[in-house]
């Protein structure tokens, strides 16, 4: 049996799918059903379905990047979305990320199982293709085929270390804002732009220094606090490794 997983704000279409729609037809069954956006993406680590039917417009929740998160860690799995927001470009982006289906509510029961039908059919067909050309992509060093998921979520990931660098940043801090674990966007940051967090942070930080060096009347180390480092010394070492002069001579330079 498929395991399907439903996730919406409104607790009458998620009783109305599960008790609507016939499951057994195609050989599904729901393990599960949530009213939040974070508590889905807990529920759909914890017991791995085929099948999500989801809204994307929820409280305290980026659909588009949910999207991208599942597609990112779980590249077989069959997203069908079930929205009453209305917007063409933000349907075609959830499609490019993957989704097989985008209904709109209130959706007619044909057009439902015609979804889950298109889900089930991709899972029989596809889910061994898409591990063998993950293998071969990771083995080969290549991006695998997530739809551009990876690609979108290190792109969020970056945007907000950039946001909030000055801050303590830690990697899990980072992994919570694009809904996965820390492990995979370790994993999506050292694939695509081929550094670790620590280094994506410290290049993002020095940046923001060059900048701020190029106004004589800040001190050096009023700058390196600015920037996020709370250690001068450690401002320094890491300064002089990526930039190769000390932030005095690259000032002096200006």
């Known amino acids: ?143 695998s085929p997530d739809g551009g998921a990876g690609s979108f979520l290190v792109k969020n990931a970056v945007s907000y270390i950039e946001e909030h660098c000055k801050e303590k940043l830690k990697l899990s801090d980072v992994a919570e804002q694009v809904y996965v674990s820390q492990w995979h966007l370790s994993k999506l940051l050292n694939r695509y732009l081929g550094q670790n967090f620590s280094e994506i942070l410290n290049g993002i930080r020095i940046e923001k220094a060059k900048e701020k060096l190029k106004d004589p009347s800040l001190r050096i180390g009023d700058i390196a606090e600015e920037v996020g480092f709370s250690d001068m010394a450690h401002f320094s070492r890491v300064f002089k490794k990526l930039v190769g002069i000390s932030a005095n001579e690259y000032r002096n330079k200006l």
């Open 1 to 143: 049996m498929y395991k399907v997983v439903i996730i919406d704000d409104e607790p009458i279409i998620m009783e109305g799918l599960r008790k609507s729609v016939d499951w057994n037809r195609f050989g599904c069954t729901v393990v599960g059903m949530t009213g939040s956006g974070e508590e889905g993406i807990r529920l759909i680590r914890e017991v791995e379905p085929d099948i999500i039917f989801t809204d994307i417009r929820m409280p305290c929740m980026d659909g588009l990047t949910m999207i991208a998160a599942i597609r990112s860690e779980f590249p077989g799995m069959q997203i069908v979305i079930l929205t009453g927001y209305r917007d063409f470009d933000y349907a075609q982006r959830a499609i490019s990320l993957g989704v097989t289906r985008f209904l709109l509510k209130p959706s007619k029961m044909d057009e439902i199982m015609e979804a889950l039908e298109a889900a089930t059919d991709g899972l029989a067909k596809r889910i061994k293709v898409i591990e063998e050309i993950e293998e071969e992509s990771e083995e080969n060093g290549n991006i």
